[in-house]
């Protein structure tokens, strides 16, 4: 499975963006899909998953009521809304699809926001 992760860019203190991650083949059900960020000189930390096959979601503490996580299935496809953003969001943000057949991730989109 490869995933390709878009969405990222510079926005204002404030602003809003929405985060994709294709995945180029079939995800089921049983996966968990999961964004993750690193800013600089940071440890890549959690940010939000939901489940494939039902609406089961978690989010760290940081971004709760600021940051949507959903999917569509038929497209393969997660996203990322983040509302409100600050700019301590300012991170690559990377997407995972953990699954029975593996773990994989996406190359990271780059999110700035400017104060």
């Known amino acids: 499975v490869q995933l390709q992760a878009s969405g990222g860019g510079l926005v204002q203190a404030g602003g809003s963006l929405r985060l994709s991650c294709a995945a180029s083949?079939?995800?089921?059900?049983?996966?968990?899909m999961a964004w993750f960020r690193q800013a600089p000189g940071k440890d890549r930390e959690f940010v939000a998953l939901?489940?494939?096959?039902?609406?089961?979601?978690n989010y760290a503490d940081s971004v709760k009521g600021r940051f949507t996580i959903s999917r569509d299935n038929a497209e393969n496809t997660g996203y990322l809304q983040m509302n409100s953003l600050q700019p301590e969001d300012t991170a690559v943000y990377y997407c995972?699809?953990?699954?029975?057949?593996?773990?994989?991730w996406g190359r990271g989109t780059l999110v700035t926001v400017s104060s």
């Open positions: 083949s079939r995800i089921y059900s049983s996966a968990v």
């Open positions: 939901t489940r494939w096959s039902r609406d089961s979601t």
């Open positions: 995972n699809f953990n699954t029975i057949f593996g773990s994989y």
